[in-house]
């Protein structure tokens, strides 16, 4: 190292490293990378495109087992609906009964 390498030799980039003020790593991840929280609950989340997956996709939805009062509830939010739907159009249900 001569006297003259302070000057002639090319300086190196400063390392930067920031640390945010309130982040505690707790083996979460990277604190910016931007995530909705129920992402790792989804199935539809990165999911390739096409009517094939799309339908396997949803097929494996029905699969699985759910919450029995959420399949209820949706049932009988349907039945209320088609029954909106059959007054909307003025259909008849006294062809259904026999006389």
């Known amino acids: 190292m001569?006297?003259?390498?302070?000057?002639?030799?090319?300086?190196?980039?400063?390392?930067?490293?920031?640390?945010?003020?309130?982040?505690?790593?707790?083996?979460?991840?990277?604190p910016f990378k931007?995530?909705?929280?129920?992402?790792?609950?989804?199935?539809?989340?990165?999911?390739?495109r096409g009517l094939k997956n799309k339908v396997r996709s949803a097929a494996e939805d029905l699969r699985r087992k759910g919450d029995q009062n959420q399949r209820i509830r949706f049932l009988a939010i349907l039945v209320i609906l088609f029954f909106i739907f059959l007054y909307i159009i003025d259909f008849d249900l006294s062809i259904f009964y026999s006389k």
């Open 34 to 48: 931007f995530e909705h929280k129920f992402d790792k609950f989804r199935s539809t989340v990165d999911t390739p």
């Open 2 to 30: 001569g006297i003259l390498d302070k000057f002639t030799k090319l300086r190196r980039n400063k390392k930067f490293g920031y640390a945010p003020r309130y982040y505690d790593d707790k083996g979460e991840g990277s």
